[in-house]
């Protein structure tokens, strides 16, 4: 009897342990859930990346790599942006479609319910979506209605739209993201970019671009960045591109407003290369704000290599400014500017180009120059080199009426032969300056057509060998005694 009176008290002891322990969980669950919502969001806040480091590239010259940026989050920037409730991702293609929708954070979710590697697509056919797209995972970004780049003129509709102030998409480092056929918008963006990439690989195919604000619309800080039918429209007077120690690939791209093109800090490696880009400047004056360049290359921790090629550069008072790199130039075209080349220090190879300036062609402070094969126009000193430069130039033409004058040397008895005086590794070319090579630089900019060769009254008529210059280069027309006869004693009183 004592056996089983122990017994069942340990059974009911048991159970007493039992069901204390289960009414304890049960008030831990429910009678604390304040406390256990507080560690999810603790958990879920550490975990979660963040971004808003990013929305202040050191796109500037004055800024350096490792410069500390400004912190936004949508709670302190935006407190009345609302981006909804985490989602996550595990579906191979999302569609979205938008219709002017700021604050309801759908695109946001969007993107958070792609899987890596997955595929958004952004429809706006009822109006642009409106938001920042955080990107910590491989994605395509396609834009349902498509980008043709010879469309442009015709305004179409912007595909994604910045929020005031903030970016239209960020990159995290090491993350690859492909965009196409989309517009993207920033109207009001601030000291935020467009596009912000920090050791990203970015990669656009028919993307457009309306950005206007104090920073650039496309910064890649390390990484990769490869653009390729794309326009730029950007109101600013930073760079329309910051590469700093991107690897910047660039092929069929425009860049229009901004006052500066791009700027590029080539780091070691891969080279950089432009091909068949136009930039076209605001023709800013050279007193007016940061330096109107068209792409200026810095120095970097490596000594980097930047090509460029089939590329018009319009509208800058410094068409390539050169600070550090080894950069070669062909096939290219400069006009509307006040320098063509400027060789801070570095290397340059320009070969068979076309370069307008209204003071020098190419300025080498510092550095080695090799200027062969090209054609320079308007300009008052061709090539111009410093002590600490060394110029090597050949078979370079020159049309300049400031250069170009005709000089004159008696051949008979005080009649005169007009000839053109060379320079060091170029020669002038007589005559106007071809109308089609204008319609292919100035031209693009809507400029009319201005003659920069000299002309040298009666020339024609000489070299058909009639008449003669006197001293002071007056033509004297003298039909009596024709070609060679012009320079003999056996004139027509001389008999």
Known sequence: MITNRTSHRTILGLIGGVAAIASAVTVFALGDGSAHAQVAAKVESQTRPNFGVLLDPPS???????????????????????????????????????????????????????????TLVIRARGGACVGWLNIDKPLTIIGEGGFDPRDWASN???????????????????????????IFASPRAGDAACIVGYGAEIVMNRVGFRHAGDEAAIYADGGLIDIRNTIIDAQTIAPAIVADGAVLTAHELAVTGAQSGLELV?????????????????????????????IVIRSGREYGRVEIENTAILGYVEGVAIEGASVAITNSRIGRSDKGVVLYNGELRLTDSRIRAATVGVAAASGHAVVVNNVFSGVREVIYAENRAT???SGNRVWSQYLCRAQFRDRYRGRYEPYWRGGDGWECMYGAYPQNWWENEDGLLGLPYQDDGYQLEGYREYQSGIGYYTRDGRYVRDERNRGDNRWRSGGFFNR
């Open 391 to 393: 110029v090597e130039a």
């Open 60 to 118: 500037r010259g004055s800024r350096g790599r490792g410069s500390r940026h400004r912190r936004y989050d949508y709670g302190q920037h935006r407190p009345d942006w609302r981006p909804g409730p985490y989602r996550p991702g595990g579906e191979e293609i999302v569609l979205i479609d938008c219709g002017g929708n700021p604050g309801t954070g759908g695109v946001e979710d969007a993107v958070r319910r792609v899987r890596p590697g997955g």
């Open 266 to 294: 080539p780091g070691a490696g891969q080279t950089s290369r432009l091909s068949a880009v136009t930039l076209k400047g605001t023709d800013a004056p050279n007193a007016f704000g940061p330096r109107s360049i068209g």
């Open 156 to 182: 179409p509709a912007p595909t994604l739209m910045a929020p005031d102030g903030l970016p239209c998409m960020t990159v995290a480092q090491g993350v690859r993201v492909e965009i196409r056929d989309m």
